[in-house]
Nanobody, 112 residues
């Protein structure tokens, strides 16, 4: 069964850090992290594209880093200098044969 499992979310104070992990089942490879805040559409935060090129939305550049652990087939999002506006449910994504696969999401809350 193809699935993605996110972990690592939680409550953190502004300026703090979190590391999110996305474990992919055999045969699929997660390539991107998305987030969705209440009342807002889901948005792409960071992705690893063709050739390993990393892309980020402007609001997280310099603060977030996306990386892949090939041995564990895990996609990692390291988030530093977190801001209240980063609060959202974070999802990882994979595409298999034209079908999007999503994890269950992990909640990130940035608040003092």
């Amino acid at each position: 069964q193809m699935q993605l499992v996110e972990s690592g979310g939680g409550l953190v104070q502004p300026g703090g850090s979190l590391k999110l992990s996305c474990a992919a089942s055999r045969g699929i490879f997660a390539t991107g992290w998305y987030r969705q805040a209440p009342g807002s559409p889901r948005e792409l935060v960071a992705e690893i594209g063709n050739g390993g090129v990393r892309n980020y939305i402007d609001s997280v550049k310099g603060r977030f880093t996306i990386a892949r652990d090939i041995v564990r087939n895990t996609l990692v999002l390291t988030m530093n200098s977190l801001k209240p506006e980063d609060t959202a449910v974070y999802y990882c994504n994979a595409n298999f044969g034209g079908t999007d696969i999503w994890g269950q999401g992990t909640q990130v809350t940035v608040s003092s």
